[in-house]
RNA sequence: CGGGGUGUGGCGCAGUUGGUAGCGCACCUGUUUUGGGAACAGGGGGUCGGAGGUUCGAGCCCUCUCACCCCGACCA
């Protein structure tokens, strides 16, 4: 590619919407533009390293033996009411009608459209297993797209699906994809973790996470420092300290204290001169059909993932502050003490006595206050979010947890048959019977993949592509922007390079040399070829290599030593 | 959706008590430069997000609206 007559749109400074490193980065190499929220053109950079992961991953499913199709970005809306999960989805699902009237929407994922495709197509287990794949937009309508590329509306993604005879098949398609996500991060020169993971929205049994290891990641990981157990705070179950009995074993009465104005676990806290993990939190949500309450100790959160898996509901939110005043629920000062809702308490509050809430009365909070005798509890278990120095859930290990932020790039999921039981997908079986697909499904976000790489290698002075993903993997540089000498080597090197099917880019704008060199390093080429007149003098062109920073000094005429040089460091 | 904030040239910003819009970068022309985002001179580009209103006069005041950004269980 010959720069001057190329689109590079480097800035110098980022717009003031771009917060994360990855997304300054990805606007000032002039990777990306914003053209709605969430939404983005990719301009010729962008592409280039956008496409890189796309092959990437292309190859890899296909060495996978997925099969490639395409599915509508548009899809009926039919269907989705067939699976049921138009409902479940909400607004995140983006619906529009058609000239006629028809009701569409823009896919967020396709498991109704390839589970009907597949159907359709596919009558007997003689044909199975099958996993299709497509890499195609998506739209999802977020709460609140941010952070670029990394959570945008509309996104790129691989998405794949496999259908199999039964639960062991699956499993083992399941093992083929976990495998070939791990080619595809490692040859994306990744840092990442495969961790257990919740399955959301998608649904099914069990799931796994791949994260990319970067401060700005919007997930939590827990990982234990003595097995090799991974796994999403949303999802980590907590194995409770059972030496951590407070309260002491003498069961006090109950009394109300007065705390005005003291809505707070820290304001009770406070006031009393106890820690807040002395105090239990009464936690207000509506569910699918009526209001629960839950118990938690003062210094932990409650997962709602957690919860909702539980007491597997659909819904599950905090109460809103209508909801609590219609059934008289004080805010700030609730409590479980003649609570008219089922109670659940979380498995840490099963140790404690003696210990403080609110008393479901304005300004007053009660203390001495135990489970069982003062009220009831529906039932104890593992609601709340796990935490640094929590132990590690596997059993017989004695490991603790510690946590480091991640980007989810990629997703494998376990479906079973909740797809083509809702749809009514079958195939004929070897005894002749029809039976349900044991389906698994895959997702990568290709964006994300690419503004991860960002988030992970950057440098004061720009991206640090690893060289499988750099828009290209060597810039040629005259550093003489007048038509000479310098130029000429510039051009001849370049064609050389290029009929050898090097991924080479030249240089050749009329700009000055430090203009060039900022930009090849912003934009994370790996390997600069720098070539004017102050070496060719000597006789000489140099390679610079944005990773080490070294400089290297080559004879000028021997190509066959400039093209060995490249192979070796781009190695 | 709730709360907060911001909209002025492509990007980053300034704009006083209301008096008719400016700076840096970028862009164009010329000259000089030429190894780390060059210098000088000249130049182009703005319905001040939109609509309505107040006023002799609105970027500035009022009303509505749109867009974008940030925060949002922490308590119950």
């Given at each position: 590619m010959k720069l001057s007559n190329y689109l590079i749109a480097t800035l110098k400074e980022a717009p003031s919407d771009a917060e994360t490193t990855s997304h300054q980065l990805m606007v000032r190499a002039g990777m990306i533009r914003k053209i709605a929220a969430g939404v983005y053109n990719f301009l010729p950079t962008g592409l280039r390293v956008f496409r890189k992961v796309e092959n990437i991953i292309r190859e890899e499913m296909d060495k996978a033996g997925a099969i490639e199709v395409m599915m509508p970005f548009v899809t009926p809306a039919d269907l989705w009411?067939?699976?049921?999960?138009?409902?479940?989805?909400?607004?995140?699902?983006?619906?529009?009608?058609?000239?006629?009237?028809?009701?569409?929407?823009?896919?967020?994922?396709?498991?109704?459209?390839?589970?009907?495709?597949?159907?359709?197509?596919?009558?007997?287990?003689?044909?199975?297993?099958?996993?299709?794949?497509?890499?195609q937009p998506k739209f999802r309508d977020e709460i609140r797209p941010r952070f670029g590329v990394m959570r945008a509306r509309e996104f790129?993604?691989?998405?794949?699906?496999?259908?199999d005879i039964n639960e062991a098949g699956a499993e083992k398609s399941y093992i083929n994809m976990f495998n070939a996500y791990k080619s595809i991060f490692d040859r994306c020169g990744l840092t990442y973790k495969a961790v257990e993971a919740d399955s959301g929205n998608i649904g099914g049994s069990f799931s796994h996470e791949?994260?990319?290891?970067?401060?700005?990641?919007?997930?939590?990981?827990?990982?234990?420092?003595?097995?090799?157990?991974?796994?999403?705070?949303?999802?980590?179950?907590?194995?409770?300290?059972?030496?951590?009995?407070?309260g002491g074993t003498d069961l006090i009465s109950a009394n109300e204290i007065s705390t005005p104005k003291m809505t707070s676990v820290d304001d009770i806290a406070n006031f009393l001169k106890v820690s807040s993990g002395?105090?239990?939190?009464?936690?207000?949500?509506?569910?699918?059909?009526?209001?629960?309450?839950?118990?938690?100790?003062?210094?932990?959160?409650?997962?709602?993932?957690?919860?909702k898996k539980f007491l597997s509901v659909n819904f599950l939110d905090f109460a809103s502050e209508e909801v609590l005043k219609k059934r008289n629920i004080v805010k700030g000062f609730c409590g479980p003490i003649d609570l008219d809702i089922k109670i659940?308490?979380?498995?840490?509050?099963?140790?404690?006595?003696?210990?403080?809430t609110g008393s479901n009365k304005l300004d007053f909070h009660s203390q001495g206050v135990n489970h069982d005798r003062d009220f009831p509890v529906e039932s104890f278990g593992d609601f709340r979010e796990a935490v640094d120095g929590d132990l590690c859930p596997c059993d017989d290990c004695v490991?603790?947890?510690?946590?480091?932020?991640?980007?989810?790039?990629?997703?494998?999921?376990?479906?079973?048959?909740?797809?083509?039981?809702?749809?009514?997908?079958?195939?004929?079986?070897?005894?002749?019977?029809?039976?349900?697909?044991?389906?698994?499904?895959?997702?990568?976000?290709?964006?994300?993949?690419?503004?991860?790489?960002?988030?992970?290698?950057?440098?004061?002075?720009?991206?640090?592509?690893?060289?499988?993903?750099?828009?290209?993997?060597?810039?040629?540089?005259s550093t003489d922007k007048k038509e000479g000498e310098s130029l000429l080597k510039a051009r001849e090197v370049y064609d050389f390079l290029l009929n050898l099917s090097y991924d080479v880019a030249i240089d050749d704008r009329n700009e000055n040399p430090g203009v060039k060199f900022k930009d090849a390093e912003l934009l994370g080429i790996p390997l600069q070829l720098r070539i004017g007149p102050k070496s060719l003098a000597k006789g000489l062109v140099e390679f610079k290599n944005r990773l080490s920073g070294e400089i290297i000094?080559?004879?000028?005429d021997n190509l066959e030593l400039i093209k060995e040089k490249i192979d070796e460091l781009l190695r």
């Open positions: 009411n067939k699976s049921g999960r138009g409902e479940i989805y909400g607004k995140e699902l983006l619906r529009f009608k058609d000239r006629a009237d028809r009701d569409f929407c823009l896919g967020p994922t396709h498991e109704e459209v390839v589970t009907d495709m597949v159907d359709r197509e596919v009558k007997s287990y003689k044909n199975l297993p099958i996993t299709i794949y497509q890499i790129t993604m691989k998405d794949a699906y496999s259908f791949f994260m990319v290891l970067a401060e700005t990641g919007e997930d939590l990981v827990l990982s234990c420092d003595k097995c090799d157990f991974a796994a999403n705070v949303e999802t980590t179950s907590i194995k409770e300290n059972t030496s951590t009995v407070t002395d105090i239990v939190k009464t936690l207000v949500l509506e569910s699918d059909d009526d209001l629960i309450a839950v118990l938690i100790r003062g210094d932990h959160d409650l997962s709602l993932t957690k919860l659940y308490s979380d498995n840490a509050i099963k140790l404690m006595t003696n210990f403080i490991g603790t947890l510690s946590s480091t932020r991640g980007i989810e790039v990629g997703h494998v999921f376990k479906l079973g048959t909740k797809y083509s039981e809702s749809m009514n997908a079958t195939f004929a079986d070897q005894d002749g019977k029809e039976k349900n697909y044991y389906m698994g499904c895959y997702g990568i976000g290709v964006g994300r993949v690419v503004a991860a790489a960002v988030e992970q290698n950057n440098d004061e002075n720009g991206i640090r592509f690893p060289i499988a993903l750099a828009p290209f993997q060597i810039v040629i540089i000094e080559i004879d000028k």
